[in-house]
């Protein structure tokens, strides 16, 4: 059950609806049927991204459970095989660095592609990546913040994973925002890292995450959805 990432055939882009565009950049939403597929996606757009010289910054909503390992990652290091074999949950490597996340549909995702102009700082691509991710939390009245390498956290607690590429002359950067969480089965598949933030001071995953619902809020998906639009249209206009 398991895809790595040289084994993603490229798949056709689906309709993207443009929700603004301007100058080189787009916000647009479009989405594959399977995570999957959109980790492919956000590889596609990267690409384009070289040959057309566009930025886009693309939303979409996880799927059935699946497993995404970091490109250094090793499955059966990261997972339990044995406990995702009998519940059926697959895994798929990305190609951008970081550490192992759980998709399901209540998982909001984004990725931003643009050109490589080369010498951008990596830290500094995610804490200004980051912005629009906490200005859209805070739409939603959460206080959060860039905590660690590349986490956004709402007091010591991770919402939100980021991990980025360079590959193709091109960025990629892309990210999850835990909306709803089955906490059980992360547990029951995801092992406790090999390596952690500072932060996370050796913490189990309950202990560690959070999601927006655990944080009372309780704003649509719809709702969640058009304040990150909101906060990445105005990110883009700066």
């Known amino acids: 059950m ?11 882009l689906p309709h993207r609806q443009i929700i603004c565009s301007y100058d080189d950049v787009s916000v647009i939403r479009c989405a594959a049927t399977t995570v999957k597929q959109n980790l492919a996606m956000d590889e596609q757009f990267a690409q384009l991204a070289s040959q057309t010289g566009e930025r886009t910054v693309r939303f979409w909503w996880g799927g059935s459970p699946t497993l995404v390992l970091g490109c250094a990652d090793k499955p059966e290091v990261a997972l339990d095989l044995e406990e995702c074999g009998r519940r059926g949950i697959g895994w798929v ?9 759980l998709q399901s549909s209540g998982i909001f995702n984004y990725s931003y592609t643009a050109p490589d102009p080369g010498g951008l700082d990596i830290k500094k691509t995610f804490e200004t990546g980051a912005r629009f991710v906490i200005d859209g939390l805070a ?5 959060a913040h860039y905590c660690g390498i590349s986490d956004i956290a709402v007091g010591d607690r991770k919402i939100s994973g980021n991990a980025q590429a360079r ?13 709803e ?5 992360l547990t029951a598949v995801l092992r406790h890292p090999c390596r952690e933030p500072d932060y996370r001071r050796s913490r189990c995953h309950c202990d560690f995450l959070t ?5 009372s809020v309780t704003a649509s998906l719809e709702a969640i959805e058009a304040a990150f639009v909101e906060s990445a249209t105005a990110f883009l206009q700066r």
């Open 93 to 101: 490597k990305r190609i951008t660095g970081g550490g192992t996340v």
């Open 2 to 12: 398991s895809e790595a990432s040289t084994d993603r055939p490229k798949i056709e």
């Open 181 to 185: 969480m089955d906490f059980d089965l």
């Open 211 to 215: 999601t927006m619902r655990n944080l």
């Open 167 to 179: 590959k193709w002359r091109s960025i990629l950067l892309h990210g999850s925002v835990l909306v």
């Open 139 to 143: 739409k939603l009245g959460l206080d």
